[in-house]
T-cell receptor
Framework: AQRVTQPEKLLSVFKGAPVELKCNYS??????LFWYVQYSRQRLQLLLR??SRESIKGFTADLNKGETSFHLKKPFAQEEDSAMYYC?????????????FGTGTQLKVEL | DAGVIQSPRHEVTEMGQEVTLRCKPI?????LFWYRQTMMRGLELLIY????????DSGMPEDRFSAKMPNASFSTLKIQPSEPRDSAVYFC?????????????FGEGSWLTVV
């Protein structure tokens, strides 16, 4: 069965410091991974996905199949990055796709 | 498009009462998901529809929970009878499963408090 693990419930960093939010997955098929962000009391929004290999708001994430990881990184944290971050794995089920989420990491950027 | 629309945004109800949450997916999307979010367990997939048919309901907690999708533009999640431990944010999401890499879009959530 598929599984997504985010080991840190809370990550606190100072403004300007590098950020790394960890995500590991287990899945026997070909993985498709995403990061979603949820700002305070708002809906989840797609931040980025591994197939796009893009950088959004300064964040990047590289899929490492050897380590089964998809860590989210940003070189310099900003105050507005404070939010809840969810790593998600898309898996094929009979009839379509579904997303399995990790338990999330709350990022707090302090001044 | 207005995005995924959920109602009510907030509901406070007494234990034992029936609760119905509603969702309108994005027009043209053929997959719909109900998720529950709590501090302890994060985001849990409750049920997933594809072309209005329930595909995976293994996340539905127990018989008190039921979900329907009578047509492509509407879905309900019902809890009867409700209990305090059902207090959570319930998110509806939709996507179009025609191609790989498609995005799942979330509604703003229904904040349920059972007292």
């Amino acid at each position: 069965a598929q599984r997504v693990t985010q080991p840190e419930k809370l990550l606190s960093v100072f403004k300007g410091a590098p950020v790394e939010l960890k995500c590991n997955y287990s899945y026997s098929g070909s993985p498709e991974l995403f990061w979603y962000v949820q700002y305070s009391r708002q809906r989840l929004q797609l931040l980025l996905r591994h197939i796009s290999r893009e950088s959004i708001k300064g964040f990047t994430a590289d899929l490492n199949k050897g380590e089964t990881s998809f860590h989210l990184k940003k070189p310099f944290a900003q105050e507005e990055d404070s939010a809840m971050y969810y790593c998600a794995l898309r898996t094929l089920t009979g009839g379509g796709n579904k997303l399995t989420f990790g338990t999330g990491t709350q990022l707090k950027v302090e001044l | 498009d207005a995005g995924v629309i959920q109602s009510p945004r907030h509901e406070v109800t007494e234990m034992g009462q029936e609760v119905t949450l509603r969702c309108k997916p994005i027009s043209g999307h053929n997959s719909l998901f109900w998720y529950r979010q709590t501090m302890m367990r994060g985001l849990e997939l409750l049920i997933y529809f594809n072309n209005n048919v329930p595909i995976d309901d293994s996340g539905m907690p127990e018989d008190r929970f039921s979900a329907k999708m009578p047509n492509a533009s509407f879905s309900t999640l019902k809890i009867q009878p409700s209990e305090p431990r059902d207090s959570a944010v319930y998110f509806c999401a939709s996507s179009y499963d025609g191609i790989s890499g498609n995005t799942i879009y979330f509604g703003e959530g229904s904040w349920l408090t059972v007292v």
